[in-house]
């Protein structure tokens, strides 16, 4: 039963009925006023009717037929004003003296009220009289005095028979709406919770995803949102799921490659000490790609064990960094109508991890240039720096056609906003992790026909490691 009570279909019977019997009570109130108006007015035709009689007899009949004129109409007795003379037409004693007048030719509603109410409330018999028009304007008034013992007594029973009718209305009332709102609401939702349950038990399966049928628009509403929901993390976990696979795999393959460039790194030393110009010019250059890759490799064994290095901080000259950087793209472009343009100040010096900054500048510049050459058309990169008061601001521009939608909307999630054909968008994701771990920002400050901008902004003062 307490259960009962507590559900939505439960309470909203019980409140039914309790409102409805609330206006019940307010109807209640003027319909005993307005019986006892009735009753009374009925009192007044039936005197004047019986004092018809007495007139039609030239005011000569016997005392019996007076008594039982009077019985008929319930009344004690009746006066008359006819042509301005107050007759009392028929008569009988009274028990006692009178007790009121009420005069119900000009009562107000209020009135009306309150006089029943009073004679509610008042057990006594009492002596009442009772003045109104005459029926048919047979007259200028007509005066009766009477009991009130039979009138309360109707009174009762007429507000009795009201109260046992709202009840009635009351159940009836309350057990359609109980079904009512059990089917329309009641039902929709308890699917909704079910589907909910369902879903919570295997969130990865598809099959499990709310299908919005609710025919109340509120509850449909509630359904596509659920719906929507579920969809987003199902995929959520999906790719979770592929991450964690991802990065097992790429675990294993970083083992392998770091011996392998161990090997390729033993045969870069040997060459640095060779005679031949071409080879002492690349040989540093091929040093420093083998000494990055190993390092990227054990970084990323670092990560899939979660235990992500933090940055390791020193003064690093960004303009040789910038270089390199570029460099290290001329010659993955190849015959591409790529340009390239550097704004760093010569002495600018900031505070970062060299390796982790020069990962993050090379994916921007890598991004931007197969950006261009995919378009087929020339373009330009520039990169530029400036020191400011709270740290140091890096701008990575081009000119190529801008990054389409799809990128824009998860740019930084991984897998979900390649910005080119082919593409995964984890240069994007492990580049704004890098700058997170400095401490900075990354940002697109703009994108568009015109060319694209990114924002990376290191600051001064001390890392505050993003939360995990």
């Not at 109807?27 to 009689?53: C, G, K, T």
């Not at 670092?302 to 570029?326: M, S, T, W």
């Not at 460099?327 to 190849?334: C, Y």
């Not at 979900?416 to 995964?424: D, L, M, N, P």
């Amino acid at each position: 039963m307490r259960r009962f009570l507590n559900s939505l279909s439960g309470r909203f019977l019980i409140l039914t009925v309790i409102f409805v019997m609330i206006a019940e009570i307010l109807i209640f109130v003027p319909s005993v006023a307005r019986f006892r108006e009735d009753y009374l007015l009925s009192r007044l035709e039936r005197a004047q009717i019986a004092s018809l009689a007495l007139l039609a007899a030239d005011d000569m009949i016997d005392a019996g037929l007076e008594a039982e004129l009077l019985e008929n109409a319930g009344v004690l007795n009746v006066v008359l004003r006819r042509d301005e003379a107050r007759q009392l037409v028929l008569s009988s004693p009274v028990p006692a003296p009178i007790h009121a007048t009420f005069d119900l030719r000009e009562a107000a509603p209020a009135t009306l009220i309150a006089d029943a109410m009073r004679r509610l409330a008042d057990p006594e018999a009492r002596v009442i009289r009772v003045i109104g028009d005459p029926v048919r304007e047979a007259g200028l008034l007509i005066e009766v005095t009477l009991t009130t013992d039979r009138l309360r007594t109707e009174m009762i029973d007429y507000g009795i028979r009201i109260l046992v009718l709202s009840a009635v209305i009351s159940v009836v009332t309350a057990g359609l709406l109980f079904l009512a709102v059990r089917f329309v609401l009641v039902t929709p939702i308890r699917r909704v919770v079910g589907a909910m349950q369902s879903y919570a038990e295997a969130p990865e399966d598809a099959r499990r995803i709310i299908e919005p049928r609710a025919g109340v628009t509120e509850l449909r509403e509630a359904e596509e949102a659920l719906q929507s929901l579920q969809t987003q993390l199902t995929g959520a976990l999906r790719q979770k799921e592929r991450l964690a696979q991802l990065g097992g795999a790429v675990a294993r393959i970083s083992h392998d490659l770091r011996n392998i460039l161990a090997t390729a790194q033993l045969f870069a030393d040997r060459m640095e000490v060779s005679e031949d110009p071409k080879v002492q010019r690349a040989a540093p250059k091929l040093v420093g790609a083998i000494t990055r890759a190993v390092a990227l490799c054990e970084g990323t064994l670092a990560f899939g064990k979660a235990e992500e290095p933090p940055p390791r901080l020193g003064l690093v000259q960004l303009a040789p960094l910038v270089g390199d950087v570029i460099e290290s793209e001329r010659l993955a472009a190849e015959d591409a109508p790529v340009s390239y343009g550097e704004d760093v100040p010569a002495g600018l010096t900031l505070r970062a991890d060299p390796e982790q900054l020069h990962r993050v500048l090379a994916n921007l510049v890598r991004n931007a240039r197969q950006a261009i050459v995919a378009s087929g058309e020339e373009g330009e990169i520039c990169v530029s720096a400036a020191e400011e008061g709270e740290g140091w601001t890096i701008r990575v521009s081009d000119t190529g056609p801008g990054l389409p939608p799809k990128a824009q909307e998860h740019l930084f999630r991984p897998f979900s906003a390649g910005t080119r054909k082919g593409g995964t968008g984890l240069g994007l994701a492990i580049s704004e992790d890098l700058v997170k771990g400095h401490g900075g920002t990354l940002r697109l400050e703009r994108t568009g026909p015109d060319g694209t901008v990114f924002v990376l902004f290191l600051p001064k003062g001390a890392i505050q490691r993003p939360a995990a």
